[in-house]
T-cell receptor, first 113, second 114 residues
Framework: ETGVTQTPRHLVMGMTNKKSLKCEQH?????MYWYKQSAKKPLELMFV???????ENNSVPSRFSPECPNSSHLFLHLHTLQPEDSALYLC????????????FGPGTRLTVT | AQKITQTQPGMFVQEKEAVTLDCTYD???????LFWYKQPSSGEMIFLIY??????QNATEGRYSLNFQKARKSANLVISASQLGDSAMYFC???????????FGQGTTLQVKP
């Protein structure tokens, strides 16, 4: 595997479900990011991790819970989501959080019913 | 405050012709970067080109070039010799050298006609 991978690629969940999105980067980077892309809106930064430490939480509701066990893996745990949370969730990585060039995964298309 | 604006929701271009996608920005950071990404229908964001605020020359990467006009705060993407595979959404992004955060524009959908 190369680059940034995300699983699952598609996810449909009910509002009472608990699920997790997984991101893995094979680039030797130290910073990882979660973005949300809703229809007809710019990408919104959700979380930033630098050397496994969370350095940014962009006022994200607590029903989204990130986890970064090491520099290569990033998770987004989801629970009691709302229909408006349906979106494309993109993971990205970069050499460090001060290094702007970010490489993205293919995204997880989430639908909340 | 940082702001990035793409004013063209959609663009058409004939195959083999050149096209310019507009991007303007505003920032108070003395050092920053400008990025262009391509997002095909598959969803993945593909990095295309980068321009640093102190770079003297406009960035080029193959058929992509960035027309950077610092005084006008614009960073337009020029795609030469368009190909059908260039049809996608294109995002301009502004990055702060201090925080490393990227702020994305609204995007421009490009359709290349055969």
């Amino acid at each position: 595997e190369t680059g940034v991978t995300q699983t699952p690629r598609h996810l449909v969940m009910g509002m009472t479900n608990k699920k997790s999105l997984k991101c893995e980067q094979h680039l030797g980077h130290n910073a990882m990011y979660w973005y949300k892309q809703s229809a007809k809106k710019p990408l919104e930064l959700m979380f930033v991790y630098n050397f496994k430490e969370q350095t940014e939480n962009n006022s994200v509701p607590s029903r989204f819970s990130p986890e970064c066990p090491n520099s290569s893996h990033l998770f987004l745990h989801l629970h009691t989501l709302q229909p408006e949370d349906s979106a494309l969730y993109l993971c990205a990585s970069s050499q460090a959080s001060g290094s702007n060039e970010q490489y993205f995964g293919p995204g997880t298309r989430l639908t909340v019913t | 405050a940082q702001k990035i604006t793409q004013t063209q929701p959609g663009m058409f271009v004939q195959e083999k012709e050149a096209v310019t996608l507009d991007c303007t920005y505003d920032t108070s950071d003395p050092s920053y970067g400008l990025f262009w990404y391509k997002q095909p229908s598959s969803g993945e964001m593909i990095f295309l080109i980068y321009q640093g605020s102190y770079d003297q020359q406009n960035a080029t990467e193959g058929r992509y070039s960035l027309n950077f006009q610092k005084a006008r705060k614009s960073a337009n993407l020029v795609i030469s010799a368009s190909q059908l595979g260039d049809s996608a959404m294109y995002f301009c992004a502004l990055g702060s050298s201090n925080t490393g955060k990227l702020i994305f524009g609204q995007g421009t959908t490009l359709q290349v006609k055969p």
